[in-house]
Structure formats: C-alpha cells, structure tokens
C-alpha cells in the first residue's frame, strides 16, 4: 500500500521559513516523480513544485520560484519542500503526492504564515 | 499556462440520480508522447484528495464503476451514474501534460 507521511507544517512569521518533509513507502520512490500540491483554507487545490527521480530537475509555480526549493534523498525514501522567505497567502495545507499525475496523497501538513 | 474551468461550480443531485462534470482546457492535452494526461480527483469534506481518474477514463483501483471518464483534446466529462451519499465533496479534474500542472475551480456536488 501507498502511504505518504508528510511533517514539519507549523506556525511562522512573515519572512520566516520552514522545511516539509514527506516519507514515502509502498512504491518504488527513486523511480517517481514527486510533487508538492498546497490547498488555502477553503480554496481550491494549487500545484507547487515538482521533481523528477533523480532529483536533479525541478519545477515550480511562478508564485514560489526563488523562495521555495523542492528536494529529495532516494536513499530515505523522502521528499522535502524548504520554503523562505514565507508570506501570510502561502499558508496553506500542504500535500505531498507521487507522480506529476498525482496518483497518491498524503494527509497534508498545515503551513500558517501569520504574525 | 493551461487553464482549466470546470462547469458546473455547484451541482445539487438527488441520490440515486446521475450527475455530470465538465472541464474544459485553454488548449489541447494531448502529450507528445500520445497520451492525455487527464485527470479527476474527489475531495471529501475534511479529507484529502482522493485519484478517482487518470488519462481521462481510467479508474484508479477501487474507485466504483459509476464514476466514468471520457473526452478528448480540450473538452472531458466526468459521469457518476448513480449518485450516492458518500459522493458529496468537490470534485477537480487537472492536467499534467506540461508544466505547470494546473486544477480546475472545483465542482461542489451535494445533495438536493
């Protein structure tokens, strides 16, 4: 079964940053494509980043490129979002999922930018 | 950017009723490798999304056959034949042809 465990949502301040990660298991994680979807309360979904298999190619949402940076370590099975420069319209649910075609979800990890 | 609208934004069923989705995109989907990557996700209240359809009509495993996929090029439908209770949420079709992958709005389906 596919499980994917994100952690490190949390309350920070405008301007500050935070590391997500996200555990992966159930599949062939070096051979996946990941990405990043992030949900505003009671908005709609939003793509983010995404990251090929061997992690050397990224892509972002115009939104967040130069301030968030997408990651990841095969050898952990684990995705990870580093995210500076953080602004109060990026608090937002936090999904990690396999694939560009988001074939699974994790439960989402909760991002609130507020002073 | 692809957009992706979807029609209607709400849709009050009676159960037991049929119901149906439209997502239109900006341009065509289909992927230089021939594919159409295509995709419906459900999001009940509280929950995650849940991959109900990818590359426009195939069924994720262990989604009931009354959800169906079809289309093509720029216009997709999604069909549940009967609706039942534990389908009210909102439903989003996205593209994952090119980057960036975008959703549409979300159709809310509830009950009447």
């Known amino acids: 079964e596919v499980q994917l465990v994100e952690s490190g949502g949390g309350l920070v301040q405008p301007g500050g940053s935070l590391r997500l990660s996200c555990a992966a298991s159930?599949?062939?994680?070096?051979?996946?494509?990941m990405t990043w979807v992030r949900q505003a309360p009671g908005k709609g979904l939003e793509w983010v980043a995404s990251?090929?298999?061997?992690?050397?190619?990224?892509n972002y949402v115009d939104s967040v490129k130069g301030r968030f940076t997408i990651s990841r370590d095969n050898a952990k099975d684990s995705l990870y979002l580093q995210m500076h420069s953080l602004r109060v319209e990026d608090t937002a649910v936090y999904y990690c999922?396999?694939?560009?075609?988001?074939?699974?979800w994790g439960q989402g990890a909760l991002v609130t930018v507020s002073s | 950017d692809i957009v992706m609208t979807q029609t209607p934004l709400s849709s009050p069923v009676t159960l037991g009723q049929p119901a149906s989705i439209s997502c239109r995109s900006s341009?065509?989907?289909?992927?230089?490798?021939?594919?159409?990557?295509l995709n419906w996700l459900q999001q009940r209240p509280g929950q995650p999304p849940r991959p109900l359809i990818y590359?426009?009509?195939n069924r994720f495993s262990g989604v009931p056959d009354r959800f169906s996929g079809s289309g093509a090029g720029t216009d997709f439908t999604l069909k549940i034949s009967r609706v039942e209770p534990e389908d009210v949420g909102v439903y989003y079709c996205?593209?994952?042809?090119?980057?960036?992958?975008?959703f549409g709005q979300g159709t809310k389906l509830e009950i009447k």
């Open positions: 999922a396999r694939g560009t075609n988001v074939l699974a």
């Open positions: 990251i090929k298999d061997d992690g050397d190619k990224g």
């Open positions: 159930g599949f062939t994680f070096s051979t996946s494509w």
């Open positions: 590359k426009i009509s």
């Open positions: 341009q065509s989907l289909v992927h230089s490798d021939g594919n159409t990557y």
């Open positions: 996205m593209q994952a042809t090119q980057f960036p992958v975008t």
